[in-house]
């Protein structure tokens, strides 16, 4: 056993100590690449969900009111809503880029589409709710509130990685 310890010891005596300093040295770079990536991805998502809750915070998570010419408003809020977008997908991982990608346009396209009128009309009660409130109506589109709903709890999710 001894013989193997001054194997090693003399080993280290004659070697250049620079390339341990060296992979030492790339250790500690990449440790602080590391954390300053982890705290670059926190701020992105704190950022994104800042942004929704501000932005939003008439409709998302609870309807405190639905403001005339939802068209107008929802559009006018997306391009801050964007930028925060780009910056998060940065940090998404690969396998959930397209889930992501998705989310965002289909959230992008409720919010280009959505009209008073549609609203008008989802809040209406048809003839047929008259006649058996048990049964829904096949016909009926689906709760913009509900949709709108729906669509920000997806893009949600993904800040939670």
Not at 25 to 31: P, T
Not at 60 to 85: A, D
Not at 110 to 129: G, H, L, M, Y
């Amino acid at each position: 056993m001894d013989e193997n310890i001054n194997q090693i010891t003399g080993y280290f005596e004659t070697v250049p100590l620079w390339p341990f300093v060296l992979f030492g040295f790339l250790g500690l770079v990449a440790v602080f690449v590391e954390i300053l990536n982890r705290k670059r991805r926190a701020n992105a998502i704190d950022n994104f969900r800042y942004t929704i809750e501000t932005q939003l915070e008439l409709l998302y998570p609870t309807h405190k009111g639905w403001p005339r010419n939802i068209n107008t408003y929802l559009c006018s809020r997306l391009p801050e809503m964007q930028q925060n977008f780009e910056v998060l997908r940065v940090f998404i991982p690969q396998d959930r880029l397209l889930s992501y990608n998705t989310d965002w346009n289909n959230f992008c396209d409720f919010c280009r589409n959505i009209t008073d009128e549609k609203c008008a009309v989802a809040e209406q009660p048809s003839a047929s709710d008259h006649a058996a409130p048990t049964k829904q109506s096949t016909n009926k589109e689906p709760d913009p509130k509900e949709t709108f709903h729906r669509l920000v709890s997806n893009l949600l999710k993904h800040t939670n990685l």
